[in-house]
Structure formats: C-alpha cells, structure tokens
C-alpha cells in the first residue's frame, strides 16, 4: 500500500509563474490536507478536502491560492503568480473517513527565483 | 499566546539516555494529541497519538497527557543517534485541523 505521493519533489519557478502541487491520498483515504512549512517554522494548515469539495480552505490565501480534489486524479495545490515569500515546503496528507491519524506525504519543495 | 508551544533547543541527550521533550497547548476543549518525528528535508512521520490523561507506551517511546495543566510530553528510552531530528508537537482542533508546534530538535550524541 503506496504511501502518500506528492509530486514534484522539487519544483522551481520564476516570480509570476504558476504552480501546481500533486497530492495522491493513501488507497482508500478520502480526506485530503494541504500544510504548509516555512524555513524554521512549523507546519500551518491551509485546505481540507474530500472528493469534490473544499471543507474548509480558512488557511489559505485569499489570493492566487486555490485547491480542488476531482472525483478522479490527484488533489491539486494551485499558486499563481508566485512569489518570493511562497517559497517553502508544502506538505500534503491524507486520512480515512472518520479517523483523525493523518499520514504526510514527502513534500514538494517549491523555490521562487 | 501560541497554540502550541514547544521548547525549540536544540536538546541534547547522551546515547542511551531517555529524551524528554515537552509541549503546552492552549485550547482546553482539545481532545487528540499526536508526536510526529521530521528528520531534515523530510516529511513529517507520525509516531504516537494520544487521547486520553495519563501515559500511552509503545516500544522505546512514552506518551504523556495532562488535561488540566494542558501539557503533553514524549519522553524517548534508550536514546540512538538515529533518533536526532525534529519532534513536533501537534493538537487536533475540531474533527480534522491540526495545530503544530515549531517542534524541539533533538541531538543524541553518541
């Protein structure tokens, strides 16, 4: 049973580019969360997802940050036009229905030049 | 006040020693409790959960929960180099959002 599969791993982008984030959940895990981590920092948390719908996105940036889980494929971490301060590891895990464990993901660490 | 507040270090502890690392919370409507282990450039691993007052064991670590002080510990026996890294401290906050510490670095000199 694959663990959590973020993808990239590492992904570099100039400032005003976009990124996207992949999050695959564990096999038969259907709630999806997004964390992020700045250097020296602890994780913060941005989503919550389920399939098709965004539970709670009370940690997100109002602006050029969004998300989605679709009824097939990955959950996506969207971020437009970026800039220099996104730059940080952004953290994806995933847990059952009713199950407060949550397992992390490897992480994409997103660089902003 | 933070949320979580854990003690940053680093902590260093001689090989074979028992680690003690601590963490107070703020919500005292907090129910679930969880140590995760973040070793450098990696993701976070869960290694205990803890949701009831009192001490939950599981191999060389212990889990410790005190509701009315709003403190909860992880104390690490028989301390090995491969145990250095990060401890971070997280509460459940609701039915799904989890509250993280800055974490404690832990050093295990051999």
């Known amino acids: 049973n694959a663990g959590v599969m973020q993808n990239p791993r590492h992904l570099v982008r100039r400032r005003g580019q976009e990124a996207r984030l992949r999050c695959s959940p564990m096999?038969?895990?259907?709630?999806v969360y997004w964390y992020r981590q700045l250097p020296e920092e602890g994780l913060k948390f941005m989503v919550y997802?389920?399939?098709?719908?965004?539970?709670?996105e009370s940690g997100m940036p109002k602006e050029r940050f969004s998300a989605e889980f679709p009824k097939e494929g990955p959950s996506i971490l969207r971020i437009q036009q970026v800039v220099r301060g996104d730059s940080a590891a952004y953290f994806c895990a995933s847990s059952p229905p009713s199950v407060t464990e949550a397992f992390f993901g490897q992480g994409t660490r997103l660089t902003v030049v | 006040q933070k949320e979580v507040e854990q003690n940053s270090g680093p902590l260093s502890v001689p090989e074979g020693a028992i680690a003690s690392l601590n963490c107070t919370y703020s919500?005292?409507?907090?129910?679930?409790f969880f140590w995760y282990r973040q070793y450098s450039g990696k993701s976070p691993e869960l290694i205990m959960f803890i949701y009831s007052n009192g001490d939950k064991e599981d191999g060389r670590f212990t889990a410790q929960l005190n509701k009315a002080s709003q403190y909860v510990s992880l104390l690490i026996r028989d301390s090995q180099p491969s145990d250095s890294a990060t401890y971070l401290c997280a509460v459940l906050s609701g039915t799904y959002k989890y509250i993280f510490g800055t974490g404690t670095r832990l050093k295990v000199l051999a």
């Open positions: 096999k038969g895990h259907s709630h």
């Open positions: 997802l389920q399939k098709e719908n965004i539970i709670d």
């Open positions: 919500d005292r409507g907090s129910q679930s």
